[in-house]
């Protein structure tokens, strides 16, 4: 039980981190665009769990090496539009997401855990506790992000957007230090 719980809450951290930064910008209701990009990140982060546990073994090694490929392109890009439109003179309200947005920012989210979904389905153990508490924390820990970042964004107004793209950035890196060695040669 333990194990499915850390295994979600480590899946959930770029949701929250996502989530953060790019609600920022966000004018809706608070509660309600919260509460949809919880259920988007949720949606795709468990199917995506569930889709690799069913991945075949002769996937493994194409998907573990070029995964972190589908969240750092994604993640530093959106990020760098974040902050340049934060410090553009030609806008002065940054666009909020789009569905097309959100399903992208989603799946690059949801690249870990394809992969941590084949890693199970390989040690044959029954995905369902697994995929329960990966559904649970990603929708709470995703819903808190983006309530927290469109709240924050009243209180720092474009400063938020301007630290929500560099989160964006410096995330995006840290999942490609992580997966190419790099990190672990700084650290």
Same mark, same amino acid.
């Given at each position: 039980?333990?194990?499915?719980?850390? !295994?979600?809450?480590? =899946? *959930?951290?770029?949701?929250?981190?996502?989530?953060?930064?790019?609600?920022?910008? *966000?004018?809706? @209701? +608070?509660? *309600?665009?919260?509460?949809?990009?919880?259920?988007?990140?949720?949606?795709?982060?468990?199917?995506?769990?569930?889709?690799?546990?069913?991945?075949?073994?002769?996937?493994? /090694?194409?998907?573990?090496?070029?995964?972190?490929?589908?969240?750092? &392109?994604?993640?530093?890009?959106? $990020?760098? %539009?974040?902050?340049?439109? *934060?410090?553009? @003179? %030609? /806008?002065? %309200? !940054?666009?909020?997401?789009?569905?097309?947005?959100?399903?992208?920012?989603?799946?690059?989210?949801?690249?870990?855990?394809?992969?941590?979904?084949?890693?199970?389905?390989?040690? $044959?153990?029954?995905?369902?506790?697994?995929?329960?508490?990966?559904? &649970?924390?990603?929708?709470?820990?995703?819903?808190?992000?983006?309530?927290?970042?469109? +709240?924050? +964004?009243?209180?720092?107004? +474009?400063?938020?957007?301007?630290?929500? $793209?560099?989160?964006?950035?410096?995330?995006? &890196? %840290?999942? =490609?230090?992580?997966?190419?060695?790099?990190?672990?040669?700084?650290?």
């Amino acid at each position: 039980m333990l194990d499915s719980i850390l !295994i979600a809450l480590g =899946l *959930s951290m770029d949701s929250f981190a996502v989530a953060f930064a790019y609600s920022a910008p *966000s004018q809706k @209701n +608070r509660f *309600s665009y919260a509460t949809f990009l919880a259920f988007a990140f949720c949606f795709f982060q468990t199917s995506l769990v569930m889709i690799g546990w069913y991945a075949g073994m002769s996937f493994i /090694s194409y998907i573990a090496t070029y995964a972190y490929l589908a969240a750092f &392109i994604p993640l530093s890009y959106v $990020g760098a %539009k974040i902050i340049y439109d *934060s410090i553009s @003179n %030609k /806008s002065k %309200k !940054i666009k909020e997401l789009d569905l097309d947005k959100i399903v992208m920012l989603s799946l690059a989210c949801s690249a870990d855990g394809f992969v941590a979904g084949v890693g199970l389905g390989l040690s $044959g153990i029954d995905p369902t506790v697994y995929l329960s508490a990966i559904a &649970i924390f990603t929708f709470a820990i995703t819903f808190f992000g983006a309530y927290l970042g469109i +709240r924050l +964004r009243h209180l720092l107004g +474009r400063k938020a957007e301007l630290f929500g $793209g560099m989160v964006l950035i410096v995330f995006g &890196i %840290k999942i =490609l230090l992580e997966h190419t060695g790099w990190l672990a040669a700084i650290l």
